[in-house]
């Protein structure tokens, strides 16, 4: 009895720990956002200046936009093109579909500073340059891979016979797409959606490479600030975009069981 | 509803021929049995008349017209799956509709539809019930009335009861019987149970090696097959080897076996006979039955006792033959004891030695 009490509490200790190794830095911040001081000096004292302040700020509210506008973009794009890209390996058998499926995997291996590099070479050999279209290209190409990564990993789990079943109902290519297979493997677009949104949301050292002083993202413009001087409009635009994001993953957690069955 | 004819149908897979030149007529409405082991190109043959895969050569014509480069979802089929293929993420009712829906039919006309189609294979109250809600028997139910309410030509079914315990299979098999009795469906139907294709068809068609080695209905496969794989592979068979005396065989050791039915043979090529278990009556004495019977002595090796009957094995210099016996009575043979085995001519199918 005494040492299944043991172990259980042992249990719940290691949570906790866990929790708070993941948490409490960002809880600190999202605390300082709301404190007087701008030195994280106590005592804690309320304040909502920064956020006051954070409105007048235009850089970084315009650069919130580009950020939150690329990701949307990205995320529509790269889940759109990746899960087509991984109905076509999953159904068809064409020369070089092998060699084409272990290529795509190592651009996730590949350090984000060389291929932030690779790609800032390239777009001023084409002519594209830098700018947000530039960003927007290479956040796509980053973020392909982990959609195609996890929607194949939900095809796995899909019987092909219900796509034979569907044509032997007479339903077109489209009708059995559409009606059976998506439906299937929805929980695992989603989920490549989320991985595609936060490869775009997070990602610093490829849009520095790529951006330019007005053309630039959230991280990047977060980083030149800090570089000028920390002020605590960061922690509160840092906690706005912690809340919101935890929010939209929260909601998507509650109507999508990753993985399981539906 | 309609026919299927398949002529001289072959499917290679790189080296492998799955299917070689097959030809088999299935007339309208009757029950049909694809019968063999896995890898005799059954199932293949099956996906060709579905339209899943087109042969390399042949011809495969549904009420008359040529269907063998008409893909699946042109074809008209029903088909049910080994594993029922049920779509996960609809209600029972909306399976049933997939069909009826994807051709654009009125709602009104779909829900009537479904509904008799439930109401057909006794699942009128279950259609607001998701798949894995149901058992395998409700299931395999739910798979049928999908397969058949878009009022098919022909009717495929890959091994439908396969997954099912074998108390829900016999149900099942007089249940489908029934159904497809009621609608009149060509029906094309895929098993490597003998029984199943015995009990159920009309007709048979044996396949081995991707050809097919004989067709017929069940009887006449069972009662005069035309090689020993169809006599041993339908059915349990005793087989002597040894040369035609143009009436039956003669064995190594000399004696002679008179058949009845079967090829026609020149004397003193090789040949075989075949014997079906039950047809052999054993007894301890020669006695004075009829003179023409076949007459062979051994000696009981073993017995299997299965209630209703009971197998006997008896050696006889070297072969071992398989005696079943309906037990009437109570006497019984023993193991080691010394018998008689007759059976009539008439029992007896000559087969062309291969």
């Known amino acids: 009895m005494a040492t299944t009490r ?9 949570i906790w720990l866990l929790l708070a190794f993941l948490y409490l830095p960002v809880i600190i911040m999202a605390l300082m956002s709301f404190n007087v001081s701008p030195f994280y000096q106590l005592p804690f004292e309320w304040t909502t200046e920064w956020y006051a302040l954070l409105w007048q700020n235009d850089q970084l509210i315009s650069a919130t936009w580009n ?69 927007l290209l290479g956040h796509v190409a980053l973020a392909l ?23 032997s109902l007479g339903a077109n290519q489209w009708q059995v797409t559409s009606r059976v297979t998506l439906p299937w493997i929805m929980p695992g677009v989603i989920a490549g959606g989320l ?25 990047v413009e977060i980083y030149a600030a800090i570089r000028k001087g920390f002020t605590p409009e960061i922690n509160a635009v840092s906690t706005i975009i912690i809340v919101v994001s935890m929010a939209l993953m929260l909601l998507t957690a509650r109507f999508f069981k990753f993985g399981g069955e539906k | 509803m309609a026919g299927v004819q398949v002529s001289n149908l072959s499917r290679s897979f790189g080296a492998h021929k799955a299917l070689d030149d097959v030809s088999i007529d299935f007339a309208d409405g009757g029950f049909y049995a694809l019968l063999g082991p896995s890898g005799s190109g059954k199932t293949t043959l099956l996906r060709q008349i579905a339209g899943f895969d087109f042969p390399d050569s042949g011809r495969i014509a549904i009420g008359g017209e040529s269907v063998e480069r008409v893909p699946v979802e042109k074809r008209r089929i029903g088909m049910v799956f080994q594993n029922y293929a049920l779509f996960p993420n ?176 020149a004397a003193g090529a090789k040949a075989s006979c075949a014997v079906r278990p ?37 050696d006889r210099g070297g072969q071992t033959l398989k005696v079943i016996v309906q037990n009437t009575g109570i006497e019984r043979l023993a ?15 000559l087969i062309a030695g291969s």
């Not at chain 2, 051709?103 to 439930?118: C, D, F, H, S, W």
């Open chain 1, 145 to 167: 891979p982990y959609v195609i990564v996890v929607v194949s990993a939900r095809l796995q789990t899909f019987a092909p016979e219900l796509e034979e079943a569907a044509r």
């Open chain 1, 195 to 219: 991985f595609a949104f936060a490869v775009s949301f997070d990602q610093f050292v490829v849009s520095y490479f790529l951006s330019t002083p007005g053309q630039t993202t959230l991280p």
């Open chain 2, 335 to 349: 193991e080691g004891q010394k018998v008689v085995l007759r059976w009539s001519p008439e029992s007896t199918v």
């Open chain 2, 90 to 265: 609809m209600s029972v009712g909306d399976n049933v509709a997939f069909g009826l829906s994807v051709r654009g039919e009125a709602k009104a006309t779909i829900a009537n539809e479904v509904q008799r189609a439930l109401d057909l294979v006794q699942l009128g109250k279950l259609g607001g019930r998701r798949p894995h809600q149901l058992s395998g028997g409700q299931r395999q139910r739910v798979a049928l009335a999908r397969a058949i309410v878009t009022k098919p030509r022909v009717l495929l079914l890959d091994e439908p009861l396969g997954a099912l315990d074998k108390a829900l299979r016999v149900d099942m098999q007089i249940e489908l019987k029934r159904i497809q009795r009621e609608i009149g469906i060509t029906t094309i139907f895929v098993t490597h149970d003998q029984e199943e294709a015995l009990t159920m068809s009309d007709r048979i068609g044996i396949l081995r090696d991707g050809r097919l080695v004989q067709e017929g209905p069940p009887e006449e496969i069972y009662d005069r097959p035309k090689s020993e794989f169809a006599a041993t592979f339908l059915g349990d068979a005793n087989i002597f080897r040894g040369e035609t005396t143009g009436t039956g065989i003669r064995l190594p050791d000399g004696t002679a076996i008179a058949a009845g039915a079967g090829a026609a043979l």
């Open chain 1, 67 to 135: 950020s939150i506008e690329i990701a949307i973009i990205t995320t529509i794009i790269s889940t759109v093109l990746g899960s087509a890209a991984s109905l076509a390996l999953y159904r068809y058998e064409f020369r070089g579909k092998k060699v084409l499926q272990a290529l795509l995997f190592p651009p996730i291996a590949i350090p984000w500073l060389i291929t932030g590099t690779a790609m800032l070479i390239f777009f001023f050999g084409v002519g594209i340059g830098r700018g947000l279209f530039a960003i």
């Open chain 1, 6 to 14: 043991i172990l259980e509490w042992c249990g719940r200790l290691y």
């Open chain 2, 278 to 314: 039950e047809r052999i009556r054993i007894a301890t004495d020669s006695g004075t039955s009829d003179p023409n019977a076949n007459m062979l002595r051994g000696q009981v090796s073993k017995r299997i006792f299965a209630g209703n009957n009971s197998t006997y094995f008896v």
